[in-house]
């Protein structure tokens, strides 16, 4: 069995609500259900996050690919990982895909609490 990534992972859980949902909107015209604004403001504020997280988080890592260079980010997990003076390596991408799977998980059951909190229970 392969192991999925934890970009697929991503899509895939924050995809299914936004399919439900629509799925919703195509009942009869009386027994339509609007969209809540959730699902409507995801996909940009998943947007959004991915920009943030590319500048603040990713890009400093470039700081281990010339000399001299300094990494310093968040571990995700109360700390911080630095490094300077040393290139990327085996044990600094561990690391680093170590962090970025805790960021995922993160984002995922945030972003799931906030759907649970914010959308309305369908019922009969």
């Known amino acids: 069995m392969g192991v999925i990534s934890p970009v697929a992972m991503l899509a895939t859980m924050t995809a299914a609500p936004i399919?439900?949902?629509?799925?919703?909107?195509?009942?009869?015209?009386?027994?339509?259900?609007?969209?809540?604004?959730?699902?409507?403001?995801?996909?940009?504020d998943l947007n959004v996050e991915w920009q943030r997280f590319a500048n603040e988080w990713l890009f400093k890592w470039h700081g281990m690919?010339?000399?001299?260079?300094?990494?310093?980010?968040?571990?995700?997990?109360?700390?911080?990982?630095?490094y300077g003076g040393i290139r990327f390596g085996g044990q600094q991408q561990q690391i680093y895909w170590q962090a970025i799977d805790r960021y995922l998980n993160q984002k995922i059951h945030s972003t799931y609490k906030d759907w649970d909190e914010r959308t309305p229970s369908i019922s009969d």
């Open 19 to 44: 399919t439900s949902a629509l799925s919703l909107s195509t009942c009869d015209n009386e027994q339509k259900l609007q969209m809540p604004p959730f699902e409507l403001s995801l996909e940009s």
């Open 65 to 82: 690919t010339y000399e001299g260079g300094v990494t310093d980010v968040d571990d995700f997990r109360g700390g911080r990982i630095h």
